[in-house]
């Protein structure tokens, strides 16, 4: 049996969990986050009567308390809560399926803990990878990656050593503006956006992957993951998303991990590393019928989000926190409608000019992540007279 806790349960990546969970029928559920959506929530604690939860939203939390009274399910709220559920004594593995950095501190604390990590939470490396690769080295702790391309990647180094890599190949479906110009971006619409050609995503992880800012986060991420400097991730379009990513090594052989667009196969391998199961209700790869693969360069003027994550990457220190904080009050305020849909770049690289010009920290604390993202968050709401 697999004791595991999710943060961000009611999300897809933690929907997708309990759907493996469900299939498999040997993983207990111990304790689960969620930000706000107790409806959902208060359906997985019936179904799978986990010890402890954690609604995000003070007053949901209040209100889900007494939903769930008869359970025997504690009800915690608010940041204390999500670290209460990362560090759940019986789970031996935590997800981590939340959006945003508030998914650092609980991240720690179950490494501190001595718990595995199925890293799904793209800003924990982005913003603090200095800090996670080290601790996890010290505990003893696996870090699994639950992106499918950091899963592929993941897979086809395994009996490989890192010395023998020349690149790491980090495919991108392309999103929904494939082949746009700045021109044709200039009239992108929110609901445009929304609507991803592969992958079924919450709207945050949507943007971003229209904008290819997500394929800068994990290509920020990979550079701690796998233990590479940026220039050595080349980002590759791949819109049928079968491709995963590759690894070319030295001798010129490149690997790579191929598959349906399915978040459950990565997820499982995650759960059950080393072992592979049987993915229950997955459709299997029929190559003869797909008939070929597309790849492309990612076009860097179109996209310049991509562009400036691999400056973020190679400057390091508190850049990528800036890049990642302003990414967050940009999509946002797009949501909301405030700002058009090329300025999410624009907001990213003001923010960026402005931290380089009052100087980088090298090697931030957790402290001065989170006192940065606010920072970062007030000199873009007043830049851009954001509500």
């Keep these: 049996m697999r004791h595991i806790s999710v943060l961000g349960s009611t999300g897809s990546i933690g929907t997708q969990t309990l759907e493996v969970a469900r299939a498999n029928g040997d993983i207990r559920i111990e304790a689960l986050a969620a ?15 986990p010890r402890t939860v954690c609604v995000y939203d003070e007053a949901k939390a209040a209100e889900l308390k007494v939903k769930v009274a008869d359970t025997g399910t504690k009800v915690y709220a608010g940041q204390e809560g999500l670290i209460e559920v990362a560090t759940e004594a019986k789970a031996k593995t935590l997800v981590t399926g939340i959006v945003g950095m508030i998914g650092i501190e609980p991240t720690v604390a179950a490494i501190r803990e001595g718990k595995n990590i199925a890293l799904a939470n793209k800003e924990t490396l982005v913003c603090a990878g200095h800090i996670i690769m080290p601790l996890a080295a010290r505990e003893g702790v696996k870090i699994l990656p639950v992106d499918s391309e950091h899963s592929a990647i993941f897979q086809c180094l395994r009996g490989n050593k890192k010395n023998r890599i020349r690149k790491i190949l980090l495919t991108a479906s392309g999103g929904p503006f494939r082949g746009y110009t700045r021109k044709q971006l200039e009239k992108v619409t929110l609901q445009d956006a929304l609507r991803h050609p592969t992958w079924n995503m919450g709207h945050k992880v949507t943007i971003d992957s229209s904008t290819m800012v997500n394929k800068g986060l994990e290509l920020i991420e990979a550079r701690w993951l796998f233990d590479v400097e940026v220039d050595e991730i080349e980002v590759l379009v791949q819109p049928q998303s079968i491709l995963h990513s590759a690894v070319e090594f030295m001798d010129g052989a490149v690997m790579a991990e191929l598959g349906t667009p399915d978040m459950k196969l990565p997820i499982q391998y995650a759960l059950y590393y080393p072992k592979r199961k049987k993915l229950a209700g997955s459709k299997r790869l029929d190559l003869a019928a797909l008939g070929k693969l597309d790849f492309s360069a990612p076009d860097f003027k179109a996209f310049p989000g991509l562009k400036l994550a691999y400056h973020a990457g190679r400057l390091g220190g508190s850049l990528p926190t800036v890049f990642n904080a302003a990414n967050e009050v940009a999509v946002r305020a797009f949501l909301d409608e405030k700002i058009s849909y090329l300025q999410i770049a624009s907001c990213i ?9 009052v100087g980088l920290l090298g090697s931030p604390a957790v402290s001065d992540i989170l006192a940065l993202q606010k920072s970062t968050e007030a000199w873009l709401k007043a830049r851009y007279h954001l509500a």
């Design 35 to 49: 930000r706000g959506n107790i409806a959902l929530l208060e359906e997985q604690i019936r179904e799978f009567h």
């Design 349 to 357: 690289e003001d923010a960026m000019e402005q931290h380089e010009k």
